[in-house]
Structure formats: C-alpha cells, structure tokens
C-alpha cells in the first residue's frame, strides 16, 4: 500500500475503540441471553467480528501489526436457528466424498458379490466402475463403506452430517423426489463435519516418526484383507500393498447428499 492511501493513526485508534465498545455490547448479549440459540448473541459476535477484521487491516496497513485474534467468519457458522422449540420429528442429512483410488479392487469385491447374488440379472455389471459401485452400495450399508473404504479401493473425501428438526415428520414418500432441495439452515439444529482441511494446521508438527508409524499402521490394515480377495486381486494383476493410489487413473466419486438410512 503506498503512503497515500495509509490510515491515519486516528483511523487506527477509532478501530480500537470500536472493537471495545463491540466486545461490551457482545457481553452484555451474553449475560442477558434469552436460549441457547439467542439471536442479540449471534447478531452481537457478528458486529464484533467485523470490528476486529477492520482494526486488524487498519493496523497491518498503518503499523505493519496484527492481533491475536482469529475470528471465524459467516461462511464458518450456522444461523441462529428458528425451528420449533419442542420439535416432535428430525430429519438426517449426509454426504460423504469418495475417490475411486483402485479401480480394480472395487471391481473385485463387486464380482464376489455378483457370484454371491444367484438371482441376479445382470452378471456383467461388475465389469465397470460405475456399476460396481451400484453394486457395493446395494450390499452394503453407508456407514459399512465408510468404516472399510480402503478395503473397497476407495479414499475417503469430506464428510458433513446435519439433524435438522421440524414439528411434524413428512408423510411416506413426499420428499423423494427432490429430498435436499428444501433443507432451511435456519432449522439445522446442529451439524458435523469432517475434512483433511481440519488437519493441515497439525502436519508441520508431525516428524519422521510419527509419519514412519502412520505408513506401517496402513500396511498392517491392508495386510488384513480376507485371502480370497486377496488371490483375486493378484489374478487381476493388482498389487494388495494397501496403496490407495493418487495417480492421473483415480476417479472422484462425489456422493450426493443423501438421508440418513
């Protein structure tokens, strides 16, 4: 930034105090909050994080300084949540991501599964990717494929899981034709997320060790594949080294938000 466009020091000093008089108001909320879900709290930790964003700009600007403070922003936080106080029916929202990382481990477990269907029509099914994945998703429920991905060649991606409430439950097939286009955030009474992103602020503090007794606990999972697998995927010319692969031949799978089942 040049000299010109610099903030004044008064600029600066006006920041501080408005930060001041932001973390008086944002106590005062809290001491006479009406619920846990008060929306004075919300609308109060919102003026007071804009306010610490201006000063911190203002005095890297003028000082080439920063705060302590690290305040998340909307994008991080839900609304306050509007839905019924006593709510009588819920509902479960989840999505999980995946990577296809081995194409051809996931084709393994979907012929076995073929083999063990003896009234099923379609016996080729398993011969693309795309179709064993309907195949293993048919066999298995979600919650079994997020607990044994690895096995089933896939890696897993982000993972997020709403409750959402509401005062009555939907009558029997009314949302199924489009069942996440009208989820309210407001009505979200709580949510779960999980992604590699959460992690990144602790990689640089892993040392060789640490990471050395991470790769030789992946080993010892992978070496746990049932035999006959195992020989299946040597016929098809698979390495069962539990790499789950990160090469241009991986395919991401995006699974779609979907209802708790």
Known sequence: MSDAAQPTAAEVRAAAEAVKTALDRHLAAVERR???????????????????????????DRYDEVTPFEIPGADDTLPPYTGPEEPSALSVLIRRDYAVAEPQRLMAHARRIEAADEESTDMDASGTVHGALSLLFGEFEPDEIASRHKEFGLEEGDSTLWVTAADEAADPGEWLEAPFEQVDPQSVVCRFDVSAVFDDEFDDDLDDDEEEDGDADADGDAAELDEDLAAELDEDGVEDDGSEGDGPGDTAVPAGLEADR
Do not use: H, I, M
């Open 34 to 60: 009406s619920g846990e879900d008060d929306p004075a709290v919300y609308d109060a930790f919102n003026q007071l994080a804009a306010a610490a964003e201006a000063y911190d700009e203002l005095l890297y």
